[in-house]
């Protein structure tokens, strides 16, 4: 991810713990993340800000996560976001507390 994605993708998590209008999203590129990852990461931040329902986390990730996530529906991404739970790069953590 280049550092400008990082910087947006720092802004989103922002919007997105806060409650904020999901408007001001702005889509990243993430490279050599596959579809489970970025579940993953959507189920991690879930778990660890408790801020919006899991569709709101399928609704974030399918924003930032545009182009990786085009020709995936909302319902397909809620349904799979503790899959396979120690696949893929990003791992699912019970506790971000201890990372």
Same mark, same amino acid.
């Given at each position: @991810?280049?550092? *400008?994605?990082?910087q947006?993708? +720092?802004?989103?998590?922002?919007?997105?713990? /806060? +409650?904020?209008? #999901?408007?001001?999203?702005?889509?990243?590129?993430?490279k050599?993340?596959?579809?489970?990852?970025?579940?993953?990461?959507?189920?991690?931040?879930?778990?660890?800000?408790?801020?919006?329902? !899991?569709d709101?986390?399928a !609704?974030?990730?399918k924003?930032? #996560?545009? /182009?990786a996530?085009?020709?995936?529906? /909302?319902?397909?991404?809620?349904?799979?976001?503790? *899959?396979? /739970? !120690?696949?893929?790069?990003?791992?699912? @953590?019970?506790?971000? +507390? *201890?990372?």
């Amino acid at each position: @991810m280049s550092d *400008d994605d990082l910087q947006l993708l +720092g802004n989103n998590i922002i919007i997105y713990a /806060e +409650g904020l209008n #999901f408007d001001k999203i702005t889509p990243v590129k993430a490279k050599d993340l596959s579809n489970l990852d970025l579940y993953h990461f959507g189920w991690n931040i879930w778990n660890y800000f408790k801020a919006a329902r !899991q569709d709101r986390t399928a !609704q974030f990730l399918k924003l930032t #996560f545009a /182009e990786a996530l085009k020709d995936v529906e /909302e319902n397909t991404i809620k349904r799979h976001l503790k *899959d396979d /739970e !120690q696949k893929g790069l990003i791992k699912i @953590m019970e506790d971000l +507390g *201890d990372f």
